[in-house]
């Protein structure tokens, strides 16, 4: 089906390394699913876009090898030839779905639009059925609706299936998927699996995934690809990659994995609260047709307290109410009813200078960095920021900033680079300075490493975990990763569509969840299904098998 012989992709001058891809060879036959994992800037986003054409024009100049998708020559290809063997010969799931759909655009059209590019002809009536039916095979419960609705209308959930409904629309013999789970919740991300599992057993077409999930690899692959620095260092059946991986680098990232039975131990009985949150009610006003709203209940009667020193972790699905609490403890957006008190004051009663001192109190580590970070600021003057708006003189909020960033890792070479100018790790680690640059008492994670592949994930956790001791931090660690929540947290607490469901020490979550709805989201981890598949159902847990 896919065959790549010495592929390699040159970096213009001035980049990290001479070549994105170097010297790569691989082969994918029909019904199996490769999938290609290593870190960030490995080259596996950068191979992927290769084989669909989607490279920018100064890379596209640049490659050489082969690579051939049955008879046909893709590096041969002009844009006009593409044109007819994209969509129709490989179809690609993005990362990001909400930047990949066109935002002005009903969702139903984008994919109708499928068809005509490749000169598919049908009716008005015909074309309608065709995407309500598409919709509904990718798990749509109402197609119709969704058809016509915007992308920016729907949930992560649906964005990521009407993606997968365009690119197996014309049912192409090669499948690839950039991350297309990454920042899902566990059981949305379970779905979407099983949902391309099925497509291809349903056409037979062969699936390149790329993940730096091994839980997710673990579940579905019939082949794993290792790289690094552009290089493919190792590859093989899932069975033999992590049984028995060749590779001192491969062996690092299956460390890196976060497992289940890795839960943090209970801490000393804290009884003092720094957070307390009572009857917290948020209620959003969305629109139900052309002249109607309806109120959609974000919050329900949430109430829960955070003891000073402790670690707390948010779990649930997506729009169960995570980050609407951590946005009414940063006062981002307004309540309905409910009390918030930190050290016993009322939030919602300060005004002025008090309420500016508590804002400074209490600060947010978010889940996309880039979007956060000011793009004309440099590293330095973002951590400074804070700080000087809260009264610091510039040149001591300079020094401390400098200090921070090289408490969080970065070195003092690199202060002054804009953020399009470092990796997605060291961005969540200006984040982090910059929000313990005004020394607050309580930290929110918002998903602080949901997008980070598994070594940097794990230096950023290892990171809060001696910032937390050093520092005695209190921390609200929002998170759809129950394996990441069982290693920070000293207490969980379940919510689900907006309201809590469950809460209790780690361990004891884990070990004996009392509600179905928990019990639903640990059998969804993605890995503890891993026997499905040949060669991984003996692997032992040392190997890198999630240990339970």
Known sequence: ?????????????????????????????????????????????????????????????????????????????????????????????????????????????????????????????????????????????????????????????????????????????????DEPTTALDVTTQAQVLELISDLQSETGMAVLFVTHDFGIVADIATDVAVMQHGNLIE?????????????PYTRKLLAAVPRLGACRPCAAQRAVPLIEIAGLCKRYAVADGLLKRRQLVALNEVSFSVCKGEVVSLVGESGSGKSTIARCLTKLTPVNCGTIKLDGVDLFSLKGAALKHARRRIQIVFQDPYGSLDPRQKAIEAVAAGPIAHGTPRKRALEEAAELLSLVGLSPNVVERYPHEFSGGQRQRIGIARALAVKPDLLIADEAVSALDVTVQAQVLELLADLRDKLGLTMLFITHDLRIAAQVSDRIIVLQNGAIVEEGPTETIFAGPAQAY?????????????GKHEGVADMPLGAGRLAI
């Open 1 to 177: 089906m896919l065959k790549i012989d010495n592929l390699s992709i040159a970096l213009p001058a001035g980049a990290d390394r001479p070549l994105a891809v170097n010297n790569v060879s691989f082969e994918l036959a029909p019904g199996r699913t490769l999938c290609l994992v290593g870190e960030s800037g490995s080259g596996k986003s950068v191979t992927g876009c290769a084989i669909a054409g989607l490279l920018p024009k100064f890379l596209r100049q640049s490659i050489k090898g082969s690579i051939r998708l049955g008879e046909i020559e893709l590096t041969s290809l002009n844009e006009r030839q593409w044109m007819t063997v994209r969509g129709r010969e490989v179809g690609m799931i993005f990362q990001e779905p909400m930047t990949a759909l066109n935002p002005i655009m009903p969702v139903g059209r984008q994919i109708s639009e499928v068809f005509n590019a490749h000169g598919i002809v049908l009716s008005r009536a015909e074309m309608r059925d065709k995407v309500h039916g598409l919709l509904e095979r990718v798990g749509i419960r109402e197609p119709r609706r969704i058809a016509d609705s915007y992308s920016f209308r729907i949930s992560g959930g649906q964005r990521q299936r009407v993606m997968i409904a365009m690119a197996v629309a014309l049912k192409p013999r090669l499948l690839i998927a």
């Open 518 to 530: 928990t019990r639903k989201l640990l059998g969804t981890i993605p890995g503890l299904n891993a």
């Open 235 to 247: 590859i093989g059946t899932s069975g033999q990659v992590f049984e028995h991986p060749a590779q």
